[in-house]
């Protein structure tokens, strides 16, 4: 009680002797230090009081904080949900990757078998159809030799016939046609 005496004494200017003696001379020359002035603080104390008390109680500032301190409370839960589903993923991402290298392994090797097996069959085919070509191309040689044998026994005979001509032409005397041409007719006259 003695306290708030003081303290209504000193912002009111009030007297040593109407405030009393005793303690009070002993503590007034740490109040009235210069820039350390205790009525500053009490109104301080005074204003924001009543600061907050307008505010917690008129414009309902603790509702306002606890729903905001909800609100924080449910997006970090939120966001601790998001995380362990982040992580999750994460492990399904490794597990994945880690089955990957095991799949590119086995379609390397696979892809080694088949690339194998596909230079196989090339180098059959290849041999198959150079048979085939080897056994086509003798054919087309020996029809091409047959072509030219009978080509040039036709050309032989006709340069026979050409150049027996020409001899006969030569050679023949005009008794030598009229003694053929009788021969000729007799033999046609036999035969009938």
Do not use: C
């Given at each position: 009680?003695?306290?708030?005496?003081?303290?209504?004494?000193?912002?009111?200017?009030?007297?040593?002797?109407?405030?009393?003696?005793?303690?009070?001379?002993?503590?007034?020359?740490?109040?009235?230090?210069?820039?350390?002035?205790?009525?500053?603080?009490?109104?301080?104390?005074?204003?924001?009081?009543?600061?907050?008390?307008?505010?917690?109680?008129?414009?309902?500032?603790?509702?306002?904080?606890?729903?905001?301190?909800?609100?924080?409370?449910?997006?970090?839960?939120?966001?601790?949900?998001?995380?362990?589903?982040?992580?999750?993923?994460?492990?399904?991402?490794?597990?994945?990757?880690?089955?990957?290298?095991?799949?590119?392994?086995?379609?390397n090797e696979n892809t080694k078998r088949e690339a194998e097996a596909e230079r196989e069959r090339i180098v059959k085919a290849t041999e198959e159809e150079i048979a085939k070509l080897t056994t086509q191309g003798q054919r087309e040689i020996e029809n091409a030799a047959r072509t030219a044998k009978k080509d040039?026994?036709?050309?032989?005979?006709?340069?026979?016939?050409?150049?027996?001509?020409?001899?006969?032409?030569?050679?023949?005397?005009?008794?030598?046609?009229?003694?053929?041409?009788?021969?000729?007719?007799?033999?046609?006259?036999?035969?009938?």
């Open positions: 009680m003695k306290i708030v005496i003081t303290v209504v004494a000193f912002m009111f200017g009030i007297s040593e002797a109407a405030a009393g003696q005793g303690w009070w001379h002993r503590v007034q020359p740490y109040l009235d230090y210069p820039g350390f002035e205790v009525w500053k603080f009490f109104n301080l104390a005074v204003f924001v009081s009543l600061l907050l008390f307008i505010l917690f109680r008129k414009a309902n500032l603790g509702l306002a904080f606890t729903t905001r301190r909800e609100s924080i409370k449910n997006e970090l839960e939120k966001a601790r949900q998001e995380r362990d589903a982040a992580l999750e993923k994460l492990k399904e991402v490794e597990e994945r990757l880690t089955g990957l290298s095991n799949q590119i392994a086995s379609i040039l026994q036709r050309f032989t005979a006709e340069e026979s016939v050409r150049l027996a001509e020409a001899m006969l032409k030569r050679e023949m005397r005009p008794e030598d046609d009229a003694r053929l041409i009788a021969r000729n007719i007799e033999e046609m006259g036999a035969t009938q």
